[in-house]
């Protein structure tokens, strides 16, 4: 089955601490991006990348990493969770450029920070 | 910059009624891409419609339908004879070439009640 894959679906973490949010999809996709959800907000893009090794800065970036090593993995890490980053996390891949073929969206992982 | 706009925080309808969700957008671009996702209580995004701006016919997937007004900059989902499964919180999202990036950029979404 076609599919992006998020891990964890949910993930209660304490200040500071180091965490990793994996990404991986099947479908061989050179597009791939990290999105947050708040309330009131939508989504808003954190980072994105068009292809292995090839990675940018989307409207919040401040305080998250990313890597593309491998076309199908594309994990989201917080090196230093902060309590304004508890929220639900949305990582998605495209066949191609994203504003003309939209996005298939892993499942979501909901992030708290206390 | 491009923007959307989802003015409704909530809606609700009746089970078997047609709910119309409003969406506009501003761009200064001729050609851009309009898409609808779904997002049901589990939280995971399902896309359901989407209408490029030189489509000659409004976009139709079942019971979805969207009603593309051009010169008014709306794009508005139509759903008919709505069932309980459709509620679930809906966003509307325009491709954003700002920065020399083709992206999505998302409404605030618009949370939908279906009643019995």
């Known amino acids: 089955e076609a599919q992006v894959t998020q891990n964890p679906r949910y993930l209660i973490t304490v200040t500071g601490k180091k965490l990793t949010v994996t990404c991986s999809q099947n479908?061989?996709?050179?597009?791939m991006s990290w999105y947050r959800q708040d309330p009131g907000l939508g989504l808003r893009q954190i980072y994105y990348s068009m292809n292995v090794e090839v990675t940018d800065k989307g409207d919040v970036p401040e305080g998250y990493k990313v890597s593309r090593k491998e076309k199908r993995n594309f994990p989201l890490i917080l090196e230093s969770p902060s309590p304004n980053q508890t929220s639900l996390y949305f990582c998605?891949?495209?066949?191609?450029?994203?504003?003309?073929?939209?996005?298939?969206f892993g499942s979501g992982t909901r992030l708290t920070v206390v | 910059a491009q923007k959307i706009t989802q003015t409704q925080p909530g809606m609700f309808v009746q089970e078997k009624e047609a709910v119309t969700l409003d969406c506009t957008y501003d761009?200064?671009?001729?050609?851009?891409?309009l898409f609808w996702y779904k997002q049901p209580s589990s939280g995971e995004m399902i896309f359901l419609i989407y209408?490029?701006?030189?489509?000659?016919q409004n976009a139709t997937e079942g019971r979805y339908s969207l009603n593309f007004q051009k010169a008014r900059k709306s794009a508005n989902l139509v759903i008919s004879a709505s069932q309980l499964g459709d509620s679930a919180m809906y966003f509307c999202a325009m491709r954003d070439l700002s920065g020399g990036y083709n992206k999505l950029i998302f409404g605030a979404g618009t949370r939908l009640a279906v009643h019995p």
């Open positions: 998605a891949s495209s066949l191609g450029r994203p504003g003309n073929y939209g996005y298939t």
């Open positions: 209408q490029g701006s030189y489509d000659q």
């Open positions: 479908m061989n996709h050179e597009y």
């Open positions: 761009t200064s671009d001729p050609s851009y891409g």
